[in-house]
């Protein structure tokens, strides 16, 4: 009998990645939208940008926690979904909001800061997406590694883009911030987590308490 081509993470990835645009669609046709609908779109697709690359840095965690070595060869696939959201949101924002009038848009985004941050970390996400294939890490070298820790950097910017965006007073906590703040504590903890001597000492944990009869697995190429 012919093996499943996908694995249950696999599935949980397509099923999470597309039901983004699966309920935008359908909330769209039974007119369950807010009264403000390019607005609403643009913080859904938003939402779902941040969720997937978020989701995309809690690969290689997962990975030195419980030594599960398949969640290193979804990065990509979260990687370009993220990419995809935010490629929509972008496009919301430009062709729905602004009609595709660049001298407004370029006047609006270099006004408001949060959108420059916004603007940056879309940018730099492009790069990463065309390069993600195996093609271009046989191509980069060792350059290719340098060039995807850039997701350290992006997912900052978007969570700040993501807090920026929010109504509210960060210091007291007040209005709509605490969900931004909350993708911002687990950006946070994964960074600390890239620290070497942290890293270290989780790993080193992990083998003695979590999967001590496991071998380490060979390390996949680490983005
Ligand atoms: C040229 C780049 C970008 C522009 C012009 C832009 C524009 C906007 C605008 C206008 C809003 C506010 C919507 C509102 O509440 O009225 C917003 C919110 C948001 N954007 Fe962006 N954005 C950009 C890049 C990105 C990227 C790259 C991501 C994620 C990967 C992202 C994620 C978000 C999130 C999470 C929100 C908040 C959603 C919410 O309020 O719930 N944006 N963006």
């Known amino acids: 009998m012919k093996k499943f081509p996908y694995t249950p993470l696999q599935i949980a990835i397509i099923i999470y990645a597309w039901s983004g645009i699966v ?35 809690l690969c290689t965690p997962i990975h030195t926690i419980f030594k599960w070595s398949e969640p290193l060869k979804r990065r990509r696939a979260l ?36 959108l420059i941050v916004g603007a940056f970390a879309f940018l730099l996400m492009i790069p990463l997406g065309i390069t993600s294939f195996d093609i ?42 605490l969900k931004p703040m909350i993708y911002g504590l687990i950006v ?13 000492a989780i790993a080193s944990f992990s083998s003695r308490y979590l999967s001590p009869r496991k071998k380490q697995d060979p390390q996949p190429e680490q983005s």
């Open 23 to 57: 309920l935008l669609i359908f909330d769209l046709l039974t007119g369950n939208i807010s009264p403000n609908p390019i607005q609403d779109l643009e913080q859904r697709t938003g939402r779902h940008a941040i969720t997937l690359l978020v989701l995309s840095l």
């Open 136 to 177: 271009w890490k046989k191509r980069l070298g060792k350059n290719w590694k340098r060039l995807h820790q850039l997701v350290y950097l992006i997912v900052p910017l978007v969570v700040l883009h993501y807090v920026w965006s929010k109504k509210g007073d960060l210091l007291s906590l007040q209005g709509e911030v």
């Open 79 to 114: 990687g370009l979904y993220a990419l995809l959201y935010a490629t929509i949101h972008v496009i919301i924002y430009m062709d729905l909001d602004y009609g595709l009038a660049w001298s407004s848009i370029y006047e609006n985004i270099l006004e408001k800061p949060r």
């Open 188 to 200: 946070v903890i994964f960074l600390i987590f890239r620290i070497p001597p942290i890293k270290k």
